[in-house]
């Protein structure tokens, strides 16, 4: 098997169990090195770290998957990893619906699964996971098909980040086709989902225990739900008692979809559907000095790259300033953050400087990660990426 060596400065991360190994943390690459292979990786002093799949063509040349070196990377590796995942999200209580897989956090580096139902959204997003591409699909078979009526799993591997693998985009049915539109039920609101042509894996189940949190302050508000996609926190914010929400989101189909879901939950009279960019309509709306009881901003990752987080912040600044001036005194503002490259005291800043220019007093209400179903690990930081603040503005 090939040897990789680390060089001393990075071998301390990785034996405390960070599994990415960069290309320039390495002594040497081996020429012959190819895509998929399974590795040992060493320490300087030529201590055993740990065994994962490598990719020349990636800056992170090995992803480690095991740390002992009579552990073998094979099916029986994934099923045991597979089945712990899920015996951790039965435990804290998941039922139909919830991220089976989250990764490294799973330790299972570069691996979505989301399940709906009783189908499955998947993403390999390194070559060596999508070498085990049919033995995972395998594997979810023996494990959910006997308690479950349907089976089915659909790849949605149309993730730019594959590219910088050297892989192509792709998505499509890994098992027999199936009906990729399904309702899933979440907090007791229906929410239809379309694995297919819904954002990312169809759904953001990173959301719903977050979604749940503003219950208290919906009892008959105004609430603006801006980057709003499917409606998901419209809804919850409608059945929870509010008495009208504008959802906005820039894509049709989102606008659409969050139209249906509205009619599903019996709640369309509370809530109309606007596509339009909410930078602009922000703007627009402040400048008519609009107000609602509780505004909601829960835009996409503004940056995914280190180098573009100057950018995102002014971004995240613009639509709080805007989206605090939008709140009428005493009312709230609930406000996310999705990009793992802006830390959370990051964020905490660029909300305050928002509020300082706003002439707003925060007061903190609640601040979450994402769900449990999606949990991070310490010693690896990029799997904490979701920031969820309700804040009072006074
Ligand atoms: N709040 C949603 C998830 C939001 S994801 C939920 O709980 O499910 C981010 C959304 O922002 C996507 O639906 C995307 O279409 C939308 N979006 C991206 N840029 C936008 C813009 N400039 N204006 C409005 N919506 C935008």
Same mark, same amino acid.
């Given at each position: 098997? %090939?040897? !990789?060596?680390?060089?001393?400065?990075?071998?301390?991360?990785?034996?405390?169990?960070?599994?990415?190994?960069?290309?320039?943390?390495?002594?040497?690459?081996?020429?012959?090195?190819?895509?998929?292979?399974?590795?040992?990786?060493?320490?300087?002093?030529?201590?055993?770290?740990?065994?994962?799949?490598?990719?020349?063509?990636?800056?992170?040349?090995?992803?480690?998957?095991?740390?002992?070196?009579?552990?073998?990377?094979?099916?029986?590796?994934?099923?045991?990893?597979?089945?712990?995942?899920?015996?951790?999200?039965?435990?804290?209580?998941?039922?139909?619906?919830?991220?089976?897989?989250?990764?490294?956090?799973?330790?299972?580096?570069?691996?979505? !699964?989301?399940?709906?139902?009783?189908?499955?959204?998947?993403?390999?997003?390194?070559?060596?996971?999508?070498?085990?591409? %049919?033995?995972?699909?395998?594997?979810?078979?023996?494990?959910?098909?006997?308690?479950?009526?349907?089976?089915?799993?659909?790849?949605?591997?149309?993730?730019?980040?594959?590219?910088?693998?050297?892989?192509?985009?792709?998505?499509?049915?890994?098992?027999?086709?199936?009906?990729?539109?399904?309702?899933?039920?979440?907090?007791?609101?229906?929410?239809?989902?379309?694995?297919?042509?819904?954002?990312?894996?169809?759904?953001?189940?990173?959301? %719903?225990?977050?979604?749940?949190?503003?219950?208290?302050?919906?009892?008959?508000?105004?609430?603006?739900?801006?980057?709003?996609?499917?409606?998901?926190?419209?809804?919850?914010?409608?059945?929870?008692?509010?008495?009208?929400?504008?959802?906005?989101?820039?894509?049709?189909?989102?606008?659409?979809?969050?139209?249906?879901?509205?009619?599903?939950?019996?709640?369309?009279?509370?809530?109309?559907?606007? %596509?339009?960019?909410?930078?602009?309509?922000?703007?627009?709306?402040?400048?008519?000095?609009?107000?609602?009881?509780?505004?909601?901003?829960?835009?996409?990752?503004?940056?995914?790259?280190?180098?573009?987080?100057?950018?995102?912040?002014?971004?995240?600044?613009?639509?709080?300033?805007?989206?605090?001036?939008?709140?009428?005194?005493?009312?709230?503002?609930?406000?996310?953050?999705?990009?793992?490259?802006?830390?959370?005291?990051?964020?905490?800043?660029?909300?305050?400087?928002?509020?300082?220019?706003?002439?707003?007093? !925060?007061?903190?209400?609640?601040?979450?990660?994402?769900?449990?179903?999606?949990?991070?690990?310490?010693?690896?930081?990029?799997?904490?990426?979701?920031?969820?603040?309700?804040?009072?503005?006074?």
């Amino acid at each position: 098997m %090939t040897k !990789i060596i680390l060089s001393p400065k990075i071998s301390k991360r990785i034996e405390q169990g960070h599994p990415w190994v960069y290309d320039n943390e390495v002594a040497e690459i081996p020429k012959e090195l190819q895509q998929g292979e399974i590795v040992e990786v060493f320490n300087h002093k030529n201590k055993f770290v740990g065994k994962g799949y490598a990719n020349p063509r990636s800056h992170i040349l090995v992803r480690l998957l095991v740390s002992h070196p009579k552990e073998e990377i094979n099916r029986n590796l994934f099923k045991k990893r597979i089945e712990q995942a899920l015996k951790y999200r039965q435990l804290l209580g998941y039922q139909d619906s919830f991220r089976l897989v989250f990764g490294e956090a799973d330790f299972l580096p570069a691996l979505v !699964i989301d399940k709906f139902n009783d189908y499955f959204s998947i993403q390999t997003l390194a070559y060596g996971i999508d070498q085990f591409k %049919t033995e995972i699909v395998e594997v979810l078979e023996e494990i959910f098909s006997k308690n479950q009526q349907n089976f089915g799993v659909y790849e949605r591997n149309d993730v730019p980040v594959r590219e910088l693998e050297g892989m192509q985009q792709q998505t499509g049915f890994l098992s027999k086709p199936f009906e990729p539109q399904t309702i899933i039920t979440e907090n007791g609101f229906k929410m239809r989902i379309d694995i297919a042509n819904g954002q990312k894996t169809g759904y953001f189940l990173d959301q %719903t225990a977050n979604r749940a949190a503003i219950a208290p302050f919906m009892k008959n508000a105004t609430v603006l739900d801006c980057f709003s996609h499917t409606g998901s926190f419209a809804i919850h914010a409608a059945g929870y008692g509010a008495k009208k929400v504008s959802a906005v989101d820039i894509s049709e189909f989102a606008s659409q979809t969050a139209t249906e879901n509205a009619k599903l939950n019996g709640l369309e009279n509370k809530i109309e559907c606007i %596509t339009a960019n909410a930078f602009d309509l922000l703007k627009e709306w402040t400048n008519e000095n609009r107000q609602f009881d509780v505004v909601i901003l829960d835009p996409p990752a503004f940056t995914k790259s280190r180098s573009n987080v100057e950018n995102a912040l002014r971004g995240y600044k613009e639509i709080n300033l805007r989206g605090m001036k939008l709140v009428k005194k005493g009312g709230f503002l609930v406000t996310c953050s999705c990009s793992h490259f802006i830390k959370p005291d990051i964020f905490k800043k660029v909300i305050f400087d928002a509020a300082i220019d706003a002439r707003k007093v !925060i007061r903190e209400v609640l601040y979450k990660p994402q769900g449990n179903d999606h949990p991070f690990l310490w010693n690896v930081e990029e799997t904490l990426y979701l920031k969820f603040y309700i804040l009072q503005v006074l």
